[in-house]
Nanobody, 119 residues
Framework: QVQLVESGGGLVQSGGSLRLSCGAS????????WGWYRQAPGKQRELVAS???????DYADSVKGRFTIARDNAQNTVYLQMNSLEPEDTAVYYC?????????????WGQGTQVTVSS
C-alpha cells in the first residue's frame, strides 16, 4: 500500500504561481510512475504531468512550458510547480502513484487539493 498526501493548493490570481507537494509513504519502492491529475467541475479527471522511475517526464499540452513535475527521492515527495496560472487551471489536483505489474496497473490516489485561479 502507498499513502499520498497533497498540499499547497489555494487561491491565486491569473499569472501567479503555486507549488503542489505530494508526500508519499508505504511501499514506495513499488511505484513506477508518479503523476498529477486534475478534475474541474463537470469535467473528467485528466493527466497533467507524470514522471517515471527513470525521471522521464511528460505533460499535457495545455500546461507545457508552464508546469514542472519533480521528484525528491530523499524526501519521498513529488512536486508540481505551476507558473503563469490561468483561470482554466482551476480544479482539484490529485497526486497519483502507479505500480505496473505486467498488464496490471495499481493506482494510488491522494485526497486532492483545490487550486483556484481568479481572473
Amino acid at each position: 500500500q502507498v499513502q499520498l498526501v497533497e498540499s499547497g493548493g489555494g487561491l491565486v490570481q491569473s499569472g501567479g504561481s503555486l507549488r503542489l507537494s505530494c508526500g508519499a509513504s508505504g511501499s514506495i519502492r513499488l511505484i513506477d510512475v508518479w503523476g498529477w491529475y486534475r478534475q474541474a467541475p463537470g469535467k473528467q479527471r485528466e493527466l497533467v504531468a507524470s514522471i517515471t522511475r527513470g525521471s522521464i517526464s511528460d505533460y499535457a499540452d495545455s500546461v507545457k512550458g508552464r508546469f514542472t513535475i519533480a521528484r525528491d527521492n530523499a524526501q519521498n515527495t513529488v512536486y508540481l510547480q505551476m507558473n503563469s496560472l490561468e483561470p482554466e487551471d482551476t480544479a482539484v489536483y490529485y497526486c497519483n502513484a502507479a505500480s505496473l505489474r505486467g498488464n496490471v496497473r495499481f493506482d494510488y490516489w491522494g485526497q486532492g487539493t483545490q487550486v483556484t485561479v481568479s481572473s
